[in-house]
């Protein structure tokens, strides 16, 4: 019989630019009626410990996640890694390398700002976010807070948008290494909203450096584009994702829930991360054990 479970696959929480805490989303995803939700966090696993404890209590199963920022030449793709072993020494300093990029990022975005005669205070946004990943939604928020602008669209809009004067983009770590990163760590790699980065031509590159999914499943896909995701993972041979993508209150709607992942999809995903965290113990093929 085919799985009625029910799987929101990409939310983020207060760790980085959502609203709510772990505990918060959990509470929602088990309101909501979901089964299986993964925390994928920017650049953080922060989250999914929290997450988990709750998850355990009230039957929601959390995956370990996370959502890597990378660039291959001049564009950023988000790449998704779910499975994730979340005390890997190694992988836990790559995303901590990735927030305090992060964080230098902040001041140079308030650097342009400055130069356009809007003040922040730099060290203000990063400790917005509390400890977690800052990014353009914290320097959006305080560009509201203090009446630099009406609301958070204005923000995106008129400075910190893709194409905004005051916009500093991520050149942090290469799709190759994400992926390579996630794989080391015996999770799976899905490449985040790839019907809103509209880059469809590096797909096939991408799955040769190893990506392993696509999200065929997101809010603002139509139909079409669902069906376009699902028939090419499909001829390719690869893993089908996807999720809400909610960021609790900072986007108009929760949206926890909005899109659900049918089971046979999150099986398959939980399958290849339990054949990758075998081949992680497996010893190198030139006989050196990859860990002790
Ligand atoms: P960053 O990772 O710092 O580049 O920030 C990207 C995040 O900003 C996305 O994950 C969204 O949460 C948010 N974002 C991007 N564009 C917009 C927009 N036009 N309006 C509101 N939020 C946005
Ligand atoms: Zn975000
Ligand atoms: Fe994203
Ligand atoms: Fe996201």
Do not use: W
């Not at 300093?93 to 809007?118: H, P």
């Not at 709607?253 to 075998?278: L, N, Q, T």
């Amino acid at each position: 019989m085919a799985s009625k479970i029910q799987a929101d696959l990409h939310i983020h929480t207060n760790c980085s630019d959502g609203t709510f805490t772990p505990r918060e989303v959990v509470e929602r995803a088990h309101g909501a009626g979901l089964d299986v939700i993964a925390i994928t966090d920017h650049d953080s696993m922060a989250g999914v410990p929290e997450a988990q404890q709750h998850g355990d209590r009230c039957g929601v199963e959390v995956i370990a996640g996370a959502e890597i920022s990378a660039y291959h030449g001049e564009q950023e793709f988000h790449i998704i890694g779910l499975h994730l072993d979340t005390v890997d020494p190694d992988f836990l300093q790559k995303l901590d390398d990735i927030r305090t990029a992060r964080r230098e990022r902040i001041f140079e975005m308030v650097d342009k700002l400055k130069k356009m005669g809007v003040e922040l205070d730099g060290q203000e946004v990063v400790d917005s976010a509390d400890g977690g990943s800052p990014g353009r939604p914290h320097v959006a928020q305080a560009l509201v807070d203090h009446s630099h602008v009406k609301d958070i669209s204005e923000a995106f809009y008129r400075y910190v948008g893709d194409s905004g004067p005051a916009f500093v983009p991520k050149r942090y770590l290469k799709v190759e290494d994400a992926i390579a990163a996630i794989h080391g760590v015996g999770g799976v790699s899905i490449l985040a909203h790839p019907g809103v980065t509209d880059r469809d031509h590096y797909i096939p590159l991408f799955v040769e450096m190893g990506l392993n999914g696509l999200e065929a499943y997101y809010p603002i896909y139509s139909r079409e584009q669902t069906a376009h995701y699902l028939d090419m993972a499909q001829r390719m041979g690869l893993l089908v994702s996807g999720g809400s993508d909610c960021h609790g209150k900072r986007k108009a709607e929760i949206m926890i829930g909005r899109v659900r992942v049918p089971g046979p999809y999150v099986e398959r995903i939980a399958a290849a991360a339990a054949v990758a965290s075998i081949a992680r113990l497996l010893p190198r093929p030139d006989g050196e054990e990859e860990r002790s």
